[in-house]
């Protein structure tokens, strides 16, 4: 999502305001979200939607984030009951559209960005979803450790991978700090899931090391994945190509494939052909 992000904040994205017109009946300060996403503004605000969600956010970008997830609807939609885990929740944004959108919706939102997971809870809190959104400060790796995150020009555009990848990380600057990370499978341990209705993944590249280490029985229990990729290479495993060649052969099938222009980022989406 933060390379389309990129995209919508370009000139050209006049097409995308198509995407800004159902904000009017969505959002009662649509004018605003539109005056930052636009360019006019470049400030943090809170958004009032007419269903009485409240999002805050912390610069232009964030308006942009909630465009893609709420009105563009790059991850879809959510059923009743599903268990969600959000991987690079950020802000909350996508959090707070699947636990508003669906019934009974439970969602684990894991940010390791100390800022952008601060404002994550303070959204939980705004909206009195502590009993559906439960928020951790931790990021994905293949494994338990402390990691270098490279801090972006802003919090979503932060990467523990200093790879470019045809303009890919161009945002970063070069400042970081350490962050905790687990595998994916101790999400499943810590929280006792039986399951994972819905994996959503906006992690800078980490898709690729967490998913390849993440063992089979684990990935038995997803049944659907929706992520943004972010490519960090052509030749090797770090790519959309072959991460779809790697989940194929353990039992997922794509449904969505979105490759932007340049192709270092998109949208794809799986769904697990056990669970069906």
Request: charged share 25%; glycine share 6%.
């Amino acid at each position: 999502m933060k390379r389309s992000i990129r995209l919508l904040l370009k000139p050209e994205a006049y097409k995308y305001m198509l995407y800004v017109l159902p904000g009017i009946w969505k959002l009662k300060n649509w004018l605003n979200l539109f005056s930052n996403y636009s360019g006019f503004k470049n400030t943090a605000d809170t958004y009032y939607f007419r269903n009485g969600l409240k999002i805050k956010t912390s610069d232009t970008v964030d308006t942009a984030t909630i465009l893609l997830v709420f009105l563009k609807k790059d991850y879809g939609d959510l059923k009743d009951e599903m268990v969600v885990i959000d991987v690079g929740a950020n802000i909350g944004v996508y959090s707070l559209y699947a636990g508003t959108s669906a019934k009974n919706v439970k969602v684990l939102a894991f940010e390791p960005m100390r800022e952008a997971y601060e404002l994550l809870q303070e959204n939980v809190r705004l909206n009195n979803l502590d009993s559906k959104i439960k928020a951790f400060n931790l990021g994905l790796s293949a494994r338990r450790e402390t990691r270098k995150l490279l801090l972006g020009t802003s919090s979503v555009y932060s990467s523990m991978y200093k790879e470019k990848g045809d303009g890919l990380n161009d945002n970063l600057s070069a400042r970081s700090v350490e962050i905790n990370c687990i595998p994916l499978q101790q999400i499943f341990d810590d929280n006792n899931l039986k399951f994972c209705d819905l994996l959503k993944m906006d992690c800078e590249g980490a898709e690729f090391e967490s998913l390849y280490a993440t063992p089979q029985e684990y990935l038995d229990k997803i049944r659907e994945i929706r992520m943004e990729f972010h490519n960090l290479d052509t030749s090797g495993d770090r790519n959309v190509d072959a991460l779809i060649d790697y989940l194929t052969d353990r039992g997922f099938e794509v449904t969505h494939l979105e490759k932007h222009s340049r192709k270092s980022f998109g949208q794809v989406w799986f769904v697990n052909k056990h669970h069906n």
